[in-house]
């Protein structure tokens, strides 16, 4: 490839990129500027598909030898080209689904079958097979803050109990939990597709804790191909069907590697860093998810390295083990034993996951509120695609949020009139399914982005789109209740802070950067990203379920659909006024971190 006509092509595009950064002009923006030229330029396709190629060499579950190889040959990258890089050794809870075999009875049928990480074990359970249907159709539960989890709206699904469900849908999380707690004795799940697709049945995020070990499942569970599901319900719809399900997990204590490199300034050992990571376990071969991306954390590491004299805050990156089979285990114990560290000096958290796909065609974006206009701006220069970030779902090792870390993901992906990502979690995904090409010019667009961050004249955070989407989650958790829930005062103050952010951010960005001032503008926004992702603790991680803005008003919706005057009603109308109370502390927090900030960024020699 003639790499040095594309990035001299690109250095007008980039000035598209680095000036929205700054609301006023500054040379300081150049420094980031010339700081992604260089990384890119120190990026190959070649070395990216030679790491790739060793790491995805490999069958990768958490703790196995594979990984620790794919371990070992980072780190071996990374230390000879002298990049400081550490090697955490800790035990985690892990969960390997071994085999699984559905019978039915009386007849030859065996379809194959496999199991689930964090489902029960059994020797062999039988029971006549009943159809629920499709995911959709089942009953859903009453999440709460996660701690406990109630089945709604059961009625007409007694037939459950003591059965065997057949159910339509990839296993995921909830349906297990409502299927176990309706009483079923196993379950199998029928693939939408002709594949089977390696997952996860537990709610819980990281290594369970006495406060959140009830939410592991212990319902056997076993998933089919659509064809077979097919020929299974054309059975029972003949008659009663009997079915064995034997599953076999293997769920215990296992010690995990985590490898995290550290690139810093050259004068400021413990400069402000973003925290950039992605899990370098797999499902069998895990080649884009996730040994492409790994050899794109590797490439980066080192360019950001070579060219640290440029850096005016660090770089964590961090190869997460136990994503799959310890249920994002790695990087929660990173925000376990680094809690403080982050904290203090956490600016963001950047992760990776499914790039390098071929024929890749879509990209996108899934960010806090405060990075929306990085990635926008980074994926418009980088290859003149408009589009609108998501909000993150719970995945994607994102572990930060009881700390306040804003994150950024980018994706490019392939598109369903092409076959989609159908080799996700699968033993196709191999090798042959990373195309270097597309690979680079993805790592190069998280180039762009890291190179925002670590050498903008100021982090680029904007806390003005965080309080706009905080008062958007305000008025939509009060039209949820059917206007049950008064959150007016909420809504005035978060208006207020609006202001105070405005005024925060013209100071800042009148004042001379400093690492200074970049934590204070994170001090100000971290209360309001807590309530706006975490329903409950900064320090115990909630549960792996997806949830809207303001996930603590969840039980809005109760007022809007159940008696008033009822347990439950007058339950979930507790519930609310004290995630009120949360809500109204958080915009106190911030309102006061954001003052402070103003004072500081005026201060003489600021």
């Known amino acids: 490839m003639d790499r040095a006509p594309r990035h001299l092509a690109r250095v007008g595009t980039l000035a598209v990129l680095f000036a929205p950064v700054l609301a006023s002009p500054d040379v300081l923006s150049a420094q980031a500027e010339a700081l992604a030229v260089a990384a890119k330029d120190a990026i190959t396709s070649e070395r990216l598909d ?3 190629f060793e790491i995805t060499r490999h069958v990768r579950p958490s703790g196995s030898p594979g990984e620790n190889a794919a371990i070992d040959y ?35 049928f065996a379809p194959a079958a496999i199991t689930m990480s964090f489902s029960g074990a059994t020797e062999g359970v039988e029971a006549v097979a009943v159809d629920v249907g499709d995911l959709a159709d089942l009953p859903t539960l009453e999440i709460g803050t ?29 349906p297990t939990t409502v299927l176990q707690q309706l009483g079923a004795i196993a379950v199998i799940y029928v693939n939408p597709e002709e594949r089977l697709n390696e997952l996860i049945v537990t709610s819980t995020w990281g290594t369970p804790s006495l406060l959140s070990a009830h939410r592991l499942n212990v319902l056997p569970t076993a998933q089919i191909r659509r064809s077979d599901g097919d020929r299974l319900r054309a059975m029972m719809a003949d008659g009663e069907v009997r079915v064995r399900v034997s599953t076999e997990v293997e769920t215990g204590w296992q010690p995990l590697r985590l490898a995290v490199a550290r690139v810093m300034p050259p004068d400021d050992a413990d400069a402000p860093y973003v925290l950039f990571g992605g899990h370098i376990d797999g499902w069998h071969h ?12 590797l490439e980066l590491a080192l360019a950001f390295h ?18 799959s089979n310890a249920r994002y285990g790695g990087a929660t114990w990173f925000a376990d034993h680094f809690f403080d560290e982050l904290r203090a000096r956490g600016l963001a958290y950047v992760n990776v996951d499914g790039i390098g796909q071929m024929e ?27 589009v609108t970030p998501s909000r993150p779902g719970r995945n994607s090792d994102q572990a930060f949020n009881g700390v306040g870390l804003p994150l950024l993901q980018i994706s490019h992906s392939r598109l369903a009139e092409d076959g989609g990502y159908w080799w996700w979690h699968t033993p196709d995904d191999t090798y042959d399914k990373i195309d270097a090409e597309i690979l680079e010019v993805d790592a190069e667009l998280y180039a762009d ?44 103050r978060a208006r207020a802070l609006g202001e105070t952010f405005a005024a925060a951010t013209r100071a800042w960005e ?47 919706a109760i007022l809007a659909e159940a008696p008033p005057g009822g347990d439950r009603y007058r339950f979930a109308q507790a519930q609310l006024v004290r995630e009120a109370n949360r809500i109204l502390e958080a915009i106190a927090e911030a309102e006061h971190h954001a003052v402070n900030l103003i004072t500081t960024a005026r201060r003489p020699g600021a």
């Open 50 to 52: 030679a790491h790739a």
């Open 74 to 108: 980072v780190v071996g990258r990374l230390r000879a080209d002298g990049v400081p890089v550490e090697v955490h050794e800790f035990m985690a809870y892990t969960s390997n689904p071994v085999s699984a075999r559905v019978e039915v009875l009386g007849t030859r």
């Open 146 to 174: 996660g701690e406990r989890l109630v089945v709604r709206d059961a009625a007409g699904f007694e037939a459950v109990r003591g059965k065997v469900a057949v159910v339509t849908g990839q296993p995921r999380n909830i």
């Open 286 to 297: 895990g080649a884009t998810d996730e040994g492409a991306s790994n050899a794109a954390m």
């Open 306 to 323: 070579r060219n640290r004299s440029s850096l005016r805050r660090g770089l964590v990156v961090a190869w997460w083990p136990g994503h």
């Open 360 to 386: 890749a065609k879509r990209f996108g974006a899934s960010t806090s509120p405060a990075l929306r206009r990085l990635a926008m701006d980074v994926i418009r220069a980088g290859t003149g695609q408009a």
């Open 449 to 492: 982005a890291l190179s925002a961050m670590l050498a903008g004249a100021r982090f680029p955070v904007d806390l003005e789109t965080e309080a706009r989407a905080l008062i958007e989650a305000l008025d939509a958790r009060e039209v949820e209740s059917g206007g049950a829930l008064d959150l007016s005062e909420a809504r005035s």
């Open 510 to 556: 009148e004042a001379p950067p400093s690492g200074e001032l970049d934590l204070a503008v994170l001090r100000a926004l971290r209360p309001i990203h807590r309530v706006m992702f975490a329903p409950g603790s900064a320090h115990h991680p909630d549960p792996g379920i997806y949830s809207a803005p303001l996930p603590g008003l969840e039980p809005a």
